[in-house]
């Protein structure tokens, strides 16, 4: 007599389905193809290209009379070579390329955002979670929230008596209300179908909040932390014009006292480089984080 193995049953409960298998094959081949992996980046990267295209030659005729008070593309790659070229050179403490700068300008962004993001999720998280503190703190939040950020540049230097913390500072206070505002709109909304599963496990205050709250709430502390990153990266690039230093900002501003207009041109790209990266990363992190529901 036969042994009937546990393989035996599990084929005759599940029968293959050789359909099924074949399209699943097709799919993944297909998926990791390098024609259809070609297609999707030419799709992707071929119409920002055509379009920056278009602006540089309407950019080349606009200012090619001598006249123009701005230079044209084929000037600023001429006199700006090295800092397109080179961008990591390192001729002392001043005079080192640009991708050094816009990385101690990131170092900043990177401390001040990040004591935005735990005390703006935390504040948020206690406004959308006490009517109190809402009624209380949100009133506030709206009047602060309003105030530009080099308005708070003098009171942190008078407060800190150095450019490095007041530089910290004003990154801090400008990026943290849309993480504050974003997170307190999120737990508001979390469904009264979780509060009720959390009445029912007992869970206290801090087993809620890292299960419940912050999990149903992230789509929304994504979205205010996007918006943050972007505010901490204009609040860095305005507040070192001012303060000094060897950041990024500080380059727009010598380049500007020094009439170097083709060195403005090439730090704003890489500004502008660096805010889109910036964006895209808090925005991959948060797709994963929420499994993609957050908006891209």
Not at 34 to 42: M, Q, S
Not at 157 to 162: E, Q, V
Not at 175 to 181: A, D, E, V
């Amino acid at each position: 007599m036969a042994i009937q193995t546990i393989e035996d049953s599990t084929v005759k409960a599940f029968p293959a389905k050789p359909a099924e298998i074949i399209a699943f094959t097709a799919k993944v081949r297909r998926r990791f193809d390098p024609v259809v992996i070609a297609g999707r980046l030419a799709s992707t990267l071929v119409p920002p290209i055509i379009v920056i295209a278009l602006m540089l030659v309407v950019w080349q005729v606009a200012c090619s009379s001598p006249t123009s008070s701005l230079p044209p593309p084929s000037q600023v790659w001429n006199e700006a070579y090295d800092l397109i070229a080179h961008p990591f050179f390192n001729n002392g403490p001043q005079d080192i390329g640009l991708a050094w700068r816009v990385l101690i300008s990131l170092q900043r962004v990177a401390i001040g955002f990040g004591l935005a993001a735990i005390v703006g999720v935390a504040l948020g998280a206690l406004v959308g979670q006490s009517i109190w503190a809402m009624r209380g703190l949100d009133p506030v939040f709206q009047i602060l929230r309003t105030v530009p950020p080099l308005a708070w540049l003098p009171l942190s230097l008078a407060a800190f008596r150095d450019s490095s913390p007041s530089a910290l500072f004003v990154i801090f206070i400008t990026s943290i209300w849309p993480i504050i505002i974003n997170t307190a709109v999120g737990v508001r909304n979390i469904p009264q179908d979780y509060r009720n599963v959390a009445r029912i496990l007992r869970l206290n205050p801090f087993e809620f909040f890292v299960k419940i709250m912050v999990p149903a709430a992230a789509p929304y502390i994504f979205t205010g932390l996007r918006i943050g990153i972007g505010l901490s990266w204009l609040a860095i690039v305005a507040a070192e014009m001012l303060t000094g230093g060897v950041g990024i900002g500080f380059f727009i501003w010598d380049a500007w006292n020094s009439s170097r207009l083709p060195d403005i041109i090439v730090a704003l790209a890489y500004i502008g480089v660096t805010g889109f990266c910036l964006d895209r990363l808090v925005a991959a992190v948060g797709a994963f984080v929420t499994r993609g529901t957050t908006a891209k």
